[in-house]
């Protein structure tokens, strides 16, 4: 079985200040690993890909992916009200396949004023 | 910016009774999936659909449900008969290839079942 883990949370952050979630996967097999952001009532949106160790920056958004600890994260920086939402993790082993992605069940950010 | 369309966008059905939900892939994507999230719980993944047929199927997707490409733009979903558990909001998404590429989803179809 196949699981991505996250913390619940919520994590509340000041505005202005870092937010840091973070996603451990099981499965060694794993390629790509995306953040998606979802907002109450609504649908997952793409905030960042990444399938390489190291990291990877795009804007107030860094993600790390350190596939030997099986770990990935997201930070925000200058985190503002806006960014309250649910972050979802997720997974799939980028194969050739028709391979689903793999959801965490989110972390909940809330970024307070 | 190209986007996935859904309908309905909230559905209200009697336990037993067949529900069809609709999706409109983006046009130049060749992959397209069914996902759902019963509320409070993670997004699951339910079926794949590549050139005309299931590519991957989860242990949810049993012989209630079925999804068809009837035509060249839409997508569909059906459930034969309908249970209670089956309330959820349920996501369509499309991609241009597989395995590492972007998900795009639609904005979902929340069915309630009573």
């Known amino acids: 079985q196949k699981e991505v883990e996250q913390n619940s949370g919520p994590l509340s952050v000041p505005e202005g200040a870092i937010a840091s979630l973070n996603c451990t996967y099981s499965?060694?097999?794993?390629?790509?690993f995306f953040w998606y952001r979802q907002y109450s009532g609504k649908s997952p949106e793409l905030i960042m890909s990444?399938?390489?160790?190291g990291d990877k920056e795009d804007g107030r958004f860094t993600a790390q992916l350190n596939k030997a600890s099986q770990y990935v994260s997201l930070l925000i920086r200058d985190s503002q009200p806006s960014d309250s939402a649910t972050y979802l993790c997720?997974?799939?082993?980028?194969?050739?396949?028709?391979?689903?992605?793999?959801f965490g069940k989110g972390t909940r950010l809330s970024v307070i004023a | 910016e190209p986007e996935v369309t859904q309908t309905p966008s909230h559905q209200v059905t009697q336990m037993g009774q067949e529900v069809i939900l609709r999706c409109v892939p983006i046009?130049?994507?060749?992959?397209f999936y069914w996902y759902r999230q019963i509320l409070g719980q993670k997004v699951e993944f339910l079926v794949s659909?590549?050139?005309?047929?299931?590519?991957?199927k989860s242990e949810i997707f049993d012989d209630q449900f079925s999804v068809e490409r009837p035509d060249g733009s839409n997508f569909t979903l059906k459930i034969r008969s309908t249970k209670l558990e089956d309330s959820a909001m349920y996501f369509c998404?499309?991609?241009?290839?597989?395995?590492?590429?972007?998900?795009?989803f639609g904005a979902g179809s929340r069915l309630t079942v009573l």
């Open positions: 998404a499309s991609s241009v290839n597989s395995g590492a590429n972007v998900l795009t």
């Open positions: 499965d060694r097999g794993s390629q790509s």
């Open positions: 990444i399938y390489s160790n």
């Open positions: 997720a997974v799939n082993n980028g194969g050739s396949g028709n391979t689903p992605l793999v």
């Open positions: 046009s130049n994507h060749l992959y």
């Open positions: 659909f590549y050139n005309n047929e299931i590519s991957e």
